[in-house]
């Protein structure tokens, strides 16, 4: 049983994907399983309902895994993850959220109790985030739903960096190390090549 506080996952595809040719990165094969079943298969019984973030593909979505739920931003323009993050608590029930870039190469074990032990070191703190070998990824993060207005009033700036919010949220980071991570995200066709190959060599 976890010892953690009932936790929703949302994984965020609500980018356009320019740079893959606007293909939709979650039903991608990166390794050796679609990036979706991949996520969902790690984590779903580890948290109490998975979410898509997403625009579009939402009946493929639910075709792969039934019990999905999917949300859309709640403004439109593509305005990034942060964006994604602050729609998310207008739909989960849980007061924590994991989220997952549907991008994602790597997802360390036991990365949910982890970032849930992190978030304890501060008090004032509202999300903690994943750093695998050295390198911050900030939008693999858990949040407490008090994290909503403090995004609200950056996205009301037009401050859409998640990096820029980290210091407002006392963030802490959760650290863990992957030999042979070349890529902890895929943001390209020449990326996903490139990832493919040094797998493979690997």
């Given at each position: 049983?976890?010892?953690?506080?009932?936790?929703?996952l949302v994984?965020?595809?609500?980018g356009q994907?320019k740079?893959m040719n606007?293909?939709?990165k979650?039903?991608?094969?990166?390794?050796?399983?679609?990036?979706?079943?991949?996520?969902y298969?790690?984590?779903?019984?580890?948290?109490?309902?998975?979410?898509?973030?997403?625009?579009?593909?939402?009946?493929?979505?639910?075709?792969i895994v039934?019990s999905?739920?999917?949300f859309k931003?709640d403004?439109?323009?593509?305005?990034?993850?942060?964006?994604?993050m602050?729609?998310a608590?207008?739909h989960?029930?849980?007061?924590?959220?994991?989220f997952?870039?549907c991008?994602?190469?790597?997802?360390?074990?036991k990365?949910?109790s982890?970032?849930h032990?992190?978030?304890?070191?501060?008090?004032d703190?509202l999300m903690?985030?994943?750093?695998i070998?050295?390198k911050?990824?900030?939008?693999f993060?858990?949040?407490?739903?008090?994290?909503?207005?403090?995004?609200q009033q950056?996205?009301?700036?037009?401050?859409?960096?998640?990096?820029?919010?980290?210091?407002?949220?006392?963030?802490q980071a959760a650290?863990f190390?992957?030999h042979?991570?070349?890529?902890h995200?895929i943001?390209?066709?020449?990326?996903?090549?490139q990832?493919k190959?040094l797998s493979?060599?690997?």
């Amino acid at each position: 049983m976890n010892k953690y506080p009932k936790t929703d996952l949302v994984i965020l595809a609500g980018g356009q994907a320019k740079r893959m040719n606007g293909v939709n990165k979650l039903l991608q094969t990166f390794d050796h399983q679609m990036q979706l079943l991949k996520i969902y298969q790690k984590l779903a019984d580890q948290v109490n309902q998975v979410w898509v973030n997403s625009h579009r593909d939402e009946t493929i979505y639910k075709q792969i895994v039934p019990s999905v739920k999917c949300f859309k931003d709640d403004q439109s323009g593509f305005l990034g993850p942060m964006i994604g993050m602050q729609s998310a608590w207008s739909h989960v029930k849980a007061d924590y959220v994991l989220f997952v870039p549907c991008d994602v190469t790597y997802i360390p074990a036991k990365v949910m109790s982890t970032l849930h032990e992190a978030l304890l070191r501060d008090s004032d703190s509202l999300m903690s985030y994943v750093a695998i070998n050295g390198k911050a990824l900030y939008p693999f993060c858990l949040m407490k739903r008090q994290a909503f207005s403090i995004l609200q009033q950056h996205l009301h700036q037009q401050q859409y960096s998640i990096k820029g919010v980290v210091k407002d949220l006392h963030a802490q980071a959760a650290y863990f190390r992957k030999h042979h991570l070349f890529f902890h995200s895929i943001n390209s066709l020449d990326e996903l090549q490139q990832y493919k190959q040094l797998s493979y060599l690997a």
